[in-house]
């Protein structure tokens, strides 16, 4: 069950477009389209915003994007906004029917 | 609304065995399968473990599988996790979550503010 990895920080400026990545193994994020993304502002809980790897749940900006290759998931944030500051996770479902997080990546708007 | 109420966190001396509970309303909890995902102070976030939506079945990650039991009274819509033979490294902010599915944990569409369990003596 070792974490996903992702790179530890990531900035742009306002009206920017970032991409987070996210590397896994083909027993998680290459094995199914379960890839979830969370954003978790500082001293909040996270909050579901890409689901299914491109899925956006109800109430979600279309500035967040998600997609996949390979053992790799990306979340691309669009049109970057101050209140886009936060720390990002990807999660995936994994063969052994348990859950792993990504390492986390810090996003600084500039 | 649906809301998550966590509960039960607080200092706990190592080898201490605190429950946690988790009050969910706003949504029809039988239909869910619910987890626990915890993070250190300044670390990520790591799943702990999760219920099918009957109870019947559980998932646990390899770091507290033998030492935690995730459970479920759907007549009282709240989960529990009963934390055994605690150490300081299970200090940690305790989230209790919502999946979207009822069967494996898929993705978590609701969280709790979340309950401290501080371990040291």
């Known amino acids: 069950q070792s974490a996903l990895t992702q790179p530890a920080s990531v900035s742009g400026s306002p009206g920017q477009s970032i991409t987070i990545s996210c590397t896994g193994t083909?027993?998680?994020?290459?094995?199914?389209?379960?890839v979830s993304w969370y954003q978790q502002p500082p001293g909040k809980a996270p909050k579901l915003i890409i689901f299914?790897?491109?899925k956006r749940p109800s109430g979600v900006s279309h500035r967040f994007s998600g997609s996949k290759s390979g053992n790799t998931a990306s979340l691309t944030i669009s049109g970057l906004q101050a209140e886009d500051e936060a720390d990002y996770y990807c999660?995936?479902?994994?063969?052994?029917?348990?859950?792993?997080f990504g390492t986390g990546t810090k996003v600084t708007v500039l | 609304e649906v809301q998550l109420l966590e509960s039960g966190g607080g200092l706990v001396q190592p080898g201490g065995s605190p429950r946690l509970s988790c009050a969910a309303s706003?949504?029809?909890?039988?239909?869910?399968?619910m987890s626990w995902v915890r993070q250190a102070p300044g670390k990520g976030l790591e799943w702990v473990s999760t219920?099918?939506?009957?109870?019947?079945?559980?998932y646990y990650a390899d770091s507290v599988k033998g030492r935690f039991t995730i459970s479920r009274d759907n007549s009282k819509n709240t989960l529990y996790l009963q934390m055994n033979s605690l150490r300081a490294e299970d200090t940690a902010t305790y989230y209790c979550?919502?999946?979207?599915?009822?069967?494996?944990?898929?993705?978590?569409?609701?969280w709790g503010q979340g309950t401290p369990v501080t371990v040291s003596s």
């Open positions: 979550a919502k999946d979207q599915w009822e069967s494996i944990p898929h993705s978590f569409d609701c």
């Open positions: 706003g949504f029809t909890f039988t239909y869910y399968a």
């Open positions: 219920i099918t939506s009957s109870g019947g079945n559980t």
């Open positions: 083909s027993s998680d994020v290459g094995g199914y389209d379960y």
């Open positions: 299914d790897v491109s």
């Open positions: 999660g995936s479902y994994t063969s052994t029917i348990t859950y792993v």
